[in-house]
Every structure is written in structure tokens, then in C-alpha cells.
């Protein structure tokens, strides 16, 4: 620990936690004075029928529910003032959201506009939240993007094709419910991407600049619990593995909550834009993470050499006799292996791109904040380099030297 640096940390949100706690929802909903609630998710959780407990819990308890699935995937601005419009019109008064991150992210969008005035492009950036959120209950079906204990909503921006990043204390739902149960019908290539996104958040709340004590131990208790658990949660599918890893998911969104997060997001948005302006393949978020975060732990290894060997060593590499650069090349290893055993797409689907678009595309990266948090700093024909390689496919060999 820097003894010359103040650290802050904090978590707004209750947690519930374990095996059948989606039945809890409809007393917990009543806790929170809900008269009527939107219950907002997908048709593939519907059809599915994983979160009925919850809507079973909430008509026990006698609150009417309106059922809005067909929240799409990255919500936009409009999907918010869609949601809002079917809130008022119905009178609901408590925001329940149920699927991965952009569910989720959609419920908080519009639990916040609710209580707050104007659009939601108005709330994009840091603290600009005035008021509470609308009652909120978040229920992950992924073990993936954490947002149920985050702070953070990502809603595109139709009008740029960008991702607008609402960060504030009061932006964070009131109660998380994380019942693993739900985890059981999720697809494997699903399954696959959201345990890289939450990798992905506890890798880089770990080297984040912004990193100190209380997030690394959730950082890396959170990478150990990937390691152990990640391939056989998507091969076997058994609930002490899946419950591992949607409590491992919720761990490292608490610790990125708190450091921020780095280069494979960085890069992450600019891939997206660079596809909705241009008309490339879509590539799913979790995705381009399974696709960045071997590139970018290849090029941070350098910078922080001893903390990626206190990752090799969270994630069961035995140390004895070995550097610390062997160890954290290990680490990187480990998340390549863990990738290419489940399947996971090494490389973005689409054609070579030229120099200009490639520096074009490192130019918008090198002026997120994400970046200048990674714990080195990429030049942007670094970065061009960088997104030639997602385009290529990542290699199972590093070449990196001390």
C-alpha cells in the first residue's frame, strides 16, 4: 500500500445472495414501498422461464407487474424514453431489471430519468445524478457484467454511435439479487463471453492506476474464482461453479466500480462505434473482450510485472523457482488457455482495415479515460497496432520480453 495516497471506496447497493433468492424479490419489492412494477427483460429470459420465481414472488405479494420484454441489446437513448413512456402511462413506481448488462443498464436508465428531469444524454459523465434512482432491483442472468452492483449505466448515443458512461453514487440500484440458479439455460457461447467480461473487469481493477488495497483483494479474489471456476461452470453447468462464478462476476464490478476500468474497454467502445458507424459485423461486448483482453494483458505485462505474478499466483500457478516475469507471462497464458479450451473468437470478423481507419480508431481510444487509467500508456501507433492484431486474431504464444 502507498503510504502517500489516499484511497476512496464505496458500494451503494445490498446484495442478496445464493441458491433460490429470486423468491425473495416480491417481499423485498414491498420493502421498498413498490405498488406496481415494470419488470424489464428479454425474450430469451422469458422463454427461458429462469426469472419466474421472481414475478411468482412479486403477484404473491399482491403488487401488479407490467412485463416489458423486449429490452434490445445495447440500449440507446430512445429505449429509455420508450421505457419511460410505459412507466407513467402504467403508473409503476419500482424499476425491476432481469438479464445481462444491457437489461440492466436499461432498467437503470430508466429508473434514473424517472425521478430525474430532461434526457439522459444530460446525466453522462461523473456525479451529475441530483436525485436517487426509482426504487430498482437488479437481477443478473449472466455471470458477466456486474451491473447490478454498478454505479456505471452505459446507454448509446443513437445520434454518435457512441457509448455515453452515466457514473454517480446514486446511480447504482438499490438491491442486487444474485441467485445462481438462473445461470443454469444460459447459452454456452453467452456463458463464455460474460465470464470473459467479468475477468476482464477483475484483470484490470487490478492494474488500473487507480487500484489500492480494498480493490485488490476483491480484484483478486474475484481473478481466483474465474480461474478455478470459469471452464467448468460453462462445460458442466454445476450450481456450486455457476454460484462461484456469479459471485465472482459481482466482486469484480465492485473493485472496477471503484479503479475504473482500462485498455480492453477502451478499445471495447471504439470497436463498437467503428461497426455501427461503418456498417462492419456486429461483435457482442463480451466478445470483443474474449478477443482484447489477451492482446491488452500481452502489452500491460511489462508495466507491472509483479502484479501480474500475484495474478499467476491467484490463479494457481505454484511460484517456486520462477521470476516474476515467468509468473506473470503465466497469467497471461492462463487467460489465453481458459479462452481457447471454451471456444472463445480470437479475432474481430472483419476485413483488414487501412492505416488511416486504424489510426483513426487508436486516435478515439487514446482520448478515452479508460486509457490514460491503463498502467501503460499506448502510443496511438501502439493502439493501431493493437486493433490490427483483434483484427488478425490473437497468437496462444506471447513474444513479449522484460
Not at 399482491?62 to 421505457?83: N, R, Y
Not at 452505459?154 to 446511480?171: G, S, V
Request: one cysteine or more.
Amino acid at each position: 500500500m502507498n503510504l502517500d495516497t489516499i484511497y476512496r471506496f464505496s458500494i451503494p447497493t445490498e446484495i442478496i445472495y445464493g441458491p433460490g433468492s429470486l423468491r425473495q424479490v416480491g417481499a423485498e419489492a414491498k420493502t421498498l414501498g413498490a405498488t406496481k412494477v415494470l419488470f424489464i427483460t428479454d425474450p430469451g429470459i422469458t422463454g427461458s422461464g429462469c426469472v419466474q420465481p421472481a414475478l411468482d414472488s412479486l403477484r404473491e405479494q399482491g403488487i401488479p407487474v407490467v412485463v416489458f420484454d423486449h429490452s434490445p441489446p445495447d440500449p440507446d437513448t430512445q429505449t429509455v424514453e420508450q421505457l419511460l413512456g410505459i412507466l407513467k402511462e402504467n403508473g409503476c413506481d419500482c424499476v425491476v431489471g432481469a438479464g445481462g448488462g444491457s437489461v440492466l443498464c436499461a432498467a437503470k436508465g430508466v429508473a434514473l430519468v424517472a425521478t430525474n428531469p430532461g434526457n439522459i444524454r444530460h446525466y453522462a459523465g461523473h456525479d451529475r445524478v441530483k436525485n436517487p434512482l426509482l426504487p430498482c432491483i437488479a437481477i443478473p442472468t449472466t455471470a458477466g457484467s456486474g451491473s447490478e452492483v454498478s454505479r456505471n449505466t452505459i446507454i448509446t448515443d443513437e445520434k454518435t454511435h457512441r457509448k455515453m458512461a452515466i457514473n454517480a453514487f446514486l446511480n447504482a440500484p438499490r438491491l442486487a439479487v444474485l441467485d445462481p440458479l438462473v445461470l443454469v439455460s444460459v447459452p454456452r457461447g453467452q456463458a463464455v463471453a460474460s465470464g470473459c467480461d467479468a475477468l476482464t473487469h477483475a484483470v484490470e481493477a487490478f492494474v488500473a492506476r487507480n487500484a489500492g488495497p480494498l480493490t485488490d483483494v476483491l480484484a483478486l479474489a474475484a481473478i481466483e474464482a474465474i480461474a478455478r471456476n470459469f471452464t467448468a461452470s460453462v462445460l458442466g453447468r454445476d450450481i456450486g461453479s455457476l454460484s462461484e462464478m456469479m459471485l465472482a462476476s459481482a466482486l469484480a464490478n465492485i473493485a472496477c466500480g471503484n479503479t475504473g476500468l482500462c485498455l480492453s474497454h477502451a478499445m471495447n467502445g471504439t470497436i463498437t462505434a467503428t461497426y455501427k458507424a461503418r456498417g462492419y459485423t456486429p461483435v457482442a461486448y463480451g466478445d470483443i473482450h474474449c478477443i482484447c483482453l489477451p492482446i491488452t494483458m500481452e502489452f500491460n505485462l511489462p508495466a507491472c510485472i509483479p502484479r501480474f505474478a500475484r495474478m499467476a499466483r491467484a490463479m494457481g500457478v505454484a511460484s517456486p523457482g520462477l521470476t516474476e516475469w515467468e509468473l506473470g507471462k503465466r497469467a497471461a497464458a492462463i487467460t489465453r488457455e481458459m479462452l481457447e479450451t471454451l471456444g472463445a473468437p480470437r479475432k474481430l470478423p472483419w476485413p483488414g482495415l487501412s492505416p488511416q481507419e486504424l489510426e483513426k480508431m487508436a486516435k478515439a481510444t487514446s482520448a478515452n479515460p479508460q486509457a490514460q487509467n491503463n498502467p501503460r500508456k499506448p502510443s496511438i501507433p501502439e493502439l493501431a497496432s493493437l486493433f490490427e492484431k483483434a483484427i488478425a486474431g490473437w497468437d496462444a504464444d506471447t513474444s513479449a520480453t522484460p
